[in-house]
């Protein structure tokens, strides 16, 4: 996959790994709102303006590298009453210069490597020391809220680049951005990597949150990925492996929303769907993609297939050759 380049236009467009620097204030703002959101950037008075934009794509999480000469940037309920699709944004200051970030009453100020994550629905406000420099993880507020169990996410909050589960993350985001453009778009393993890293960074009730049995699911979620190509998988075999009863393995999956085969269709359909976008595998019939991943019945996979993906698996084949 090449990198995703955003167009000064304001258009994303596949492009090669060079970022296009661009010396138009305007044109450069109206690209940052149609990627990010309407807010509203302030260049830096008495220098000729610089900024640059690269987006790149891990499943449904942007990664944006922002660069600019601007000294202030900030969004308020006029902007936040525009916002189509919300997200919660991880800012990672990129470079030496300090980075101010307000919202709800908090302060934060970035030096390289440290982050913070702030929400695209409450007023922010930023202030650059010497220019624009951040890579910005957008991930839906959806799939955040998803994840945090109800909790509240602390915004505005200083995340350290330099040591503890925050540098981990602080690391991982800027190497997944630089390879981003070699990984399949649609591979959500990288995407569930990055929520896993963030929230074992998070402070507060994710720090007091009982482990134990998340980290039991997880063990169980791990297994059944690595053997989900074998059509034998089954409820006894799981619970016999990670050492617990079925009725506990059933209620684990139950509490989550989802039942176990529900749970286990899923993610084989979602890897026979990379396959069938896949170019190398393009000499594969449709049935034996569905073998290779623990289907048996091809009526029951192009069922199941179509029903998640409103597609049948010949018509979503067939789009993504014609995409390609």
């Not at 393993?189 to 963030?198: S, T």
């Not at 595998?281 to 297939?305: E, K, P, Q, V």
Request: with cysteine; aromatic share 8%.
């Amino acid at each position: 996959m090449a990198a995703v380049e955003v167009s000064m236009a304001g258009e994303v467009s596949m492009a090669g790994e060079a970022e296009k620097t661009v010396t138009d204030f305007g044109k450069w703002a109206n690209t940052v709102c149609t990627v990010c959101g309407p807010l509203e950037a302030t260049a830096t008075p008495q220098q000729p303006f610089a900024g640059s934009i690269d987006l790149r794509r891990v499943a449904d999480v942007p990664l944006i590298k922002h660069k600019a000469s601007i000294d202030r940037l900030h969004w308020d309920r006029r902007h936040i009453a525009e916002v189509q699709s919300p997200f919660c944004y991880v800012i990672l200051q990129l470079s030496e210069n300090r980075l101010k970030v307000s919202q709800d009453h908090h302060e934060v100020a970035l030096g390289a490597g440290d982050w913070t994550m702030i929400d695209s629905l409450r007023p922010a406000f930023f202030e650059f020391e010497k220019g624009f420099d951040i890579l910005a993880v957008n991930i839906p507020r959806e799939l955040l809220a998803t994840r945090a169990h109800n909790q509240d996410i602390p915004l505005a909050t200083f995340m350290s680049g330099t040591h503890g589960a925050s540098a981990l993350f602080s690391n991982f985001a800027r190497s997944l951005y630089s390879h981003a453009p070699s990984l399949h778009p649609e591979d959500v393993r990288h995407r569930e990597n990055i929520l896993d890293l963030l929230f074992s960074a998070l402070p507060g009730p994710f720090d007091l949150r009982d482990r134990r049995r998340e980290r039991l699911l997880e063990r169980i979620q791990r297994y059944i990925d690595i053997n989900l190509n074998d059509p034998d998988l089954s409820a006894q075999t799981i619970a016999d492996t990670v050492g617990v009863s079925l009725r506990h393995l059933y209620r684990m999956f139950s509490d989550q929303g989802q039942s176990l085969g529900e749970w286990i269709r899923q993610r084989r359909l979602e890897r026979a769907r990379c396959d069938l976008g896949d170019p190398q595998f393009r000499g594969n019939s449709i049935l034996d993609i569905a073998l290779s991943w623990g289907f048996n019945d091809a009526a029951h996979f192009s069922r199941s297939f179509r029903e998640t993906f409103g597609l049948s698996p010949r018509e979503y084949r067939r789009q993504t050759q014609t995409d390609s």
